[in-house]
């Protein structure tokens, strides 16, 4: 199974800078027979610098590298890595545009390198090794370059390499029938058999770890078992990326667990904050309820009480005014009795 989503930028990049003149070597030996490594070392590279483009715009390059001619004078040496599987002639306009620049810049030959990472098929591949201006029907601009696309190449043809670029690219090779976790060991111990210090075995391994990416569990039975066999160094890598492995497993291990124990805990939570909010707000309420009961209560009962004390006072006078002898038409008009309230006094 191939990684859909390595970091490209940064294994690509510290692939080419730290084995570049094997990848030249490995890939285009056509360019390598021209050029001079006897002097190449790591201040050769200018990938890290911004170039100004028309417009006060700033890009940034890719890899780039001084490298000298056969003979007395330099050249610039540019890889473009591409990983986008849907690419438009934006693309090699761009190629061109940075050519251009380092041109000018420098003053020297320029040779452009794209390298293709991407899974997708390999159609029409002239259209994607050349930049060309068309006008009036005439070609007015015919820019080619060199290109390499690992995908399209039998990894069956470098699995007996000794050019750590090469097996180390091999990992974005088509493996066809190849099976993978076989293909995959068989790439390490080529490593593990060159004479690299044990920081860029390690490094090595580790980019064709990220682009190969089988069941880890039926590696690790295959590493055990081969092992045995191996010599000492092979079993020290083996040991590491098994180390690796289980520090992944781990760290899966913990984010899903604290993933899990924070969703039941929120479940465990809500329900227990729900109880409580009932119960409080049932206490609450009752409270409440009691109090505005209370009030109410009250203040109705002194507005009954008042009316009663009202009636039983207008009562009282028409029974005075009744033993006065005045008439009962204007006891009734004085006090606002009935006229059967009055009788029955």
């Known amino acids: 199974?191939?990684?859909?989503?390595?970091?490209?930028?940064?294994?690509?990049?510290?692939?080419?800078?730290?084995?570049?003149?094997?990848?030249?070597?490995?890939?285009?030996?056509?360019?390598?027979?021209?050029?001079?490594?006897?002097?190449?070392?790591?201040?050769?590279?200018?990938?890290?610098?911004?170039f100004p483009e028309v417009g006060g715009a700033l890009h940034r390059l890719d890899v780039v590298a001084r490298v000298r001619r056969k003979g007395s004078s330099e050249a610039v040496v540019i890889v473009f890595v591409e990983a986008q599987r849907k690419r438009s002639a934006e693309f090699l306009a761009r190629v061109f545009r940075y050519y251009a620049l380092l041109s000018l810049r420098f003053n020297l030959l320029v040779v452009p390198i794209v390298l293709y990472i991407d899974d997708a098929e390999w159609r029409e591949p002239e259209r994607w090794q050349r930049y060309a201006v068309e006008f009036?029907?005439?070609?007015?601009?015919?820019?080619?370059?060199?290109?390499?696309?690992?995908?399209?190449?039998?990894?069956?043809?470098?699995?007996?390499?000794?050019?750590?670029?090469?097996?180390?690219?091999?990992?974005?090779?088509?493996l066809g029938e190849a099976d993978l976790v076989q293909t995959k060991l068989e790439l390490l111990k080529r490593l593990s058999r060159l004479r690299l210090t044990d920081a860029e075995l390690l490094k090595l391994a580790g980019f064709v770890d990220s682009y190969l990416v089988e069941e880890k569990r039926a590696l690790m039975q295959e590493a055990a078992q081969a092992k045995s066999t191996e010599d000492a160094k092979m079993g020290q890598l083996?040991?590491?990326?098994?180390?690796?492995?289980?520090?992944?497993?781990?760290?899966?291990?913990?984010?899903?667990?604290?993933?899990?124990?924070?969703?039941?805990?929120?479940?465990?939570?809500?329900q227990e904050g729900r109880s409580v909010g009932l119960k409080e707000g049932r206490s609450v309420g009752i409270a409440q309820g009691k109090a505005e009961g209370k009030a109410e209560g009250k203040a109705e009962g002194k507005a009954e009480g008042l009316e009663e004390g009202i009636r039983r006072a207008k009562r009282e006078d028409a029974r005075k005014m009744k033993e006065h002898g005045i008439t009962q038409k204007v006891i009734c008009e004085i006090t606002g009795l009935s006229a059967r309230e009055v009788r029955a006094l």
């Not at 570049?20 to 056509?30: H, K, N, R, S, T």
């Not at 995908?151 to 470098?158: A, F, H, N, Q």
């Not at 990326?241 to 929120?266: H, M």
């Open 1 to 50: 199974m191939r990684n859909a989503t390595p970091n490209h930028d940064r294994l690509l990049k510290e692939l080419l800078t730290a084995h570049f003149e094997q990848f030249v070597l490995g890939f285009f030996p056509q360019i390598h027979q021209e050029l001079d490594f006897s002097e190449f070392g790591p201040e050769s590279f200018l990938s890290q610098e911004h």
């Open 136 to 174: 009036a029907g005439q070609t007015i601009l015919d820019f080619r370059f060199f290109a390499v696309k690992p995908s399209t190449l039998p990894i069956r043809d470098y699995l007996r390499k000794h050019n750590p670029a090469q097996l180390a690219l091999a990992a974005l090779m088509d």
């Open 238 to 270: 083996l040991d590491y990326l098994s180390n690796q492995y289980k520090e992944e497993w781990k760290a899966a291990g913990l984010a899903e667990g604290r993933s899990v124990g924070l969703q039941e805990g929120r479940s465990v939570g809500l």
